[in-house]
């Protein structure tokens, strides 16, 4: 589903935030990012979501070269991905409801069909029952699965998630961590970046560590999440 | 269970095509644009009020312009030459240069007023009767009041004109147009300068209309990024605020025919007054119906103009970090 072949990101500064890094994802795997922050883990999210281009290498998603994906032909190539966000970016100004749809609004999906996906989609989430409220009346967990909905309301094949229980306290967090498995057991290929090693190791999902934009040999065994 | 079932099966054939698709969304679109201008009353009004000022007062003009033309336009005798005849001509002989003059082709009548005629009404209308009395003769003389036929283009007038003062009778030609076509010329050179005024104006809404929109598109700038990120195009994110500067002109062009009809309606005592005055029955003449819809359709395209010449700008800037 993902590949890096000797991937390069130098930012404008100099700093390179990842360097020659090779690395693959098949389809319905669950893998998670480690490392500690400046590893590279988000530049990591951010080129596979187009938001930035490799300054050499290849990222391959899906079988699609990013380095073809044209400009203006960004935007559908993120209709196909799911992204969850660290800090939700919902839209305060409408209800829940509406926050999910969004995705499906772009794509132009009938009203009718989209009410159903998304009821559907919050109802995965737990959060059917809060439809109608402004994301701003709801808890910091509760947030994050209402951007999980919209991540996941039009079907994506692929979800990616930059800290997605970096402001969630231990239970939410598994409470997240579950929902994502959820989606993995139906076919959903996840890619989730996090410091949160016990909770990862609780899962027993494949970890893909950095350091320093590449590859850390081995991956360290003790958890220091709690710190 | 049976009716669920039922309803199922319809779904598909019932589901909504593109088209459909397309128009409901433009309408939740526009209804939400609308929606937000009306959530800020106090400052969409304002922004309204200048379009519809703006786009008033050029209207009012041409309005103005409009009616002083149709005024004039009615002054047909204006176009009469008077031909003062020498004082020693006597009455029979103005009255048969009179009936030679009509049958030229280029003349349509002549109408003859005896020197006595002439005194009477001057002392009728200007006051001066009892000063006149005291004039041992009459000083005026007979004239003729010669009416072109209308089939007369201007170079065959002046050649009218030039006849008419060298016949020998004739002591002086008069020629009443001339006031009229200076007056004309006026009017189109203030319909020249409302056509510039106007075009400055226009550009003027397209900054203003432009303007907002951009502080609009600033103040939802996280919304914008983030549609983005969630694959929204170019053409998606723009949509909101396309409409936005719909509506302003749409709204400024309805005010805009307000003010107008509002300025119409004020006028009308006075000017009835002055009809009175004049003995005419000069009324104003109103905007016709493409009059008004020019009115509101330029506000509506200057609107749209406006936002979508800003949005081209700053939509592609705004990209999500």
Redesign the interface.
């Known amino acids: 589903m993902i590949q890096l072949e000797n991937v390069t990101k130098r930012y404008p500064g100099g700093q390179e935030a990842l360097s020659g890094l090779n690395l693959s994802v098949d389809t319905g795997e669950m893998v998670f990012v480690t490392g500690h922050s400046g590893a590279g883990k988000s530049t990591l999210l951010r080129l596979i ?1 187009l ?1 930035e281009r490799p300054t050499s290498g290849q990222v391959i998603v899906d079988g699609k070269n990013t380095r073809r994906v044209k400009r ?1 032909r960004i ?5 196909q991905i799911g ?1 969850v966000f660290q800090d939700h ?3 305060y ?1 409408r209800p829940v409801s509406d926050n999910v749809a ?2 499906l ?9 989209a009410g159903r996906k998304v009821r559907a989609a919050l109802d995965q989430v737990g959060l059917l029952h809060k439809e109608k409220q402004r994301p701003e009346t709801l808890s910091a967990g509760e947030q994050q699965r209402v951007g999980i909905a ?2 996941i309301v039009s079907r994506p094949k692929l979800l990616i998630a930059d800290e997605p229980t970096g402001n969630l306290d231990p239970d939410l967090s598994l409470e997240v961590m579950r929902i994502f498995r959820r989606f993995n057991e139906v076919g959903v290929t996840l890619l989730i970046a996090s410091h949160d090693i016990s909770l990862i190791d609780r899962l027993g999902c494949r970890r893909i560590a950095l350091e320093d934009g590449r590859l850390q040999a081995q991956p360290e065994e003790e958890s220091d999440a709690w710190l | 269970m049976a009716v669920t079932r039922n309803a199922d099966a319809v779904a598909p054939v019932r589901r909504s095509g593109p088209l459909s698709i397309w128009f409901s969304r433009h309408l939740s679109i526009s209804v939400g644009s609308l929606g937000r201008l009306v959530r800020h009353p106090f400052s969409s009004f304002m922004i309204v009020l200048v379009i519809a000022v703006t786009l008033a007062l050029p209207a009012a003009i041409n309005l103005i312009v409009k009616n002083a033309r149709s005024i004039s336009g009615s002054w047909d005798n204006a176009l009469d030459f008077s031909l003062f005849l020498k004082q020693e001509v006597s009455e029979d002989e103005a009255t048969g240069l009179g009936r030679l003059i009509e049958q030229r082709a280029d003349v349509q009548s002549v109408l003859f007023i005896s020197a006595s005629t002439a005194l009477g009404d001057f002392k009728e209308h200007s006051g001066f009767g009892a000063a006149l009395d005291q004039l041992p003769d009459n000083p005026l003389p007979h004239t003729l009041v010669v009416r072109p036929s209308p089939s007369n283009t201007s170079d065959s007038m002046i050649l009218l004109q030039e006849e008419l003062g060298n016949l020998p009778e004739a002591e002086h030609v008069q020629v009443d147009t001339e006031w009229v076509q200076r007056f004309h010329a006026i009017l189109d050179i203030v319909r020249q300068a409302i056509a510039i005024g106007a075009a400055l104006l226009a550009i003027a809404i397209v900054v203003i209309i432009g303007n907002t929109i951009r502080l609009d598109i600033e103040n939802r700038r996280d919304e914008i990024e983030v549609t983005k990120l969630i694959g929204a195009s170019n053409a998606f994110v723009r949509r909101p605020f396309l409409w936005t500067g719909f509506w302003y002109g749409l709204f400024g062009g309805l005010l805009a025919l307000g003010l107008v009809y509002y300025g119409l309606f004020l006028l009308q005592g006075p000017v009835a007054r002055l009809a009175g005055l004049y003995q005419s029955n000069i009324s104003i003449a109103a905007m016709n119906l493409e009059e008004a819809g020019a009115i509101i359709g330029i506000g509506v395209f200057l609107g749209l103009f406006g936002s979508w010449f800003t949005t081209a700008r700053h939509m592609r800037r705004i990209e999500p970090r």
């Open positions: 979501a938001i203006r935007p559908a190539y993120r209709r992204m970016k919902l839209l100004d969004l995705p609004v772009i794509a132009g999906v009938g009203q009718r069909e919209r991540a």
